[in-house]
């Protein structure tokens, strides 16, 4: 399970203002991410082929992702954690390295009690031991870890529209 980074790591985030049909694009493709490029086309003003290209851009630049969300009960992932990680040194190299696990979905810098949030999905509670026991705590730099197991997921939404 291959997981593409909506940023690479390591490459700084240069924000580049987006016009209002690009923004119209995404919006479009957040409620539905199977929207016919011609549908979407019709609704913003544009060509099939035009919106084709601009959301192959928008892809290449890593502003959006187009995937299927699923619920990870029902394919066989029975265990989801948030781990807060506390870094002693340079917090980057161990944010990369987290990155880089399958089973993390979601690494973020924070300001506050840790340093990162990382958000892993495991087939089963022994599979979410041997990740924060033998995977995460292992990695040089890290200090100290504090686990949030999921009991139940009440709302996970994509769909924040652009500004």
Request: a negative charge.
């Amino acid at each position: 399970m291959t997981r593409k980074p909506v940023r690479p790591a390591g490459r700084p985030h240069a924000a580049q203002p987006l016009d209002e049909t690009s923004k119209q694009i995404i919006e479009q493709l957040q409620e539905d991410g199977r929207r016919p490029y011609a549908a979407i086309g019709k609704a913003v003003g544009l060509s099939e082929a035009a919106v084709r290209q601009r959301v192959q851009r928008l892809l290449d630049n890593g502003v959006m992702q187009i995937v299927a969300v699923t619920d990870p009960l029902q394919v066989g992932f029975t265990r989801q954690a948030m781990i807060g990680v506390t870094v002693h040194g340079e917090i980057e190299s161990v944010a990369d390295e987290l990155s880089a696990m399958t089973e993390v979905d979601y690494v973020v810098v924070t300001a506050g009690s840790f340093d990162l949030l990382v958000e892993v999905v495991c087939e089963d509670d022994d599979h979410l031991l041997e990740v924060v026991s033998r995977r995460i705590r292992a990695l040089p730099g890290v200090r100290a870890t504090e686990t949030f197991v999921y009991l139940k997921l009440r709302k996970q939404l994509y769909n924040w529209g652009t500004r």
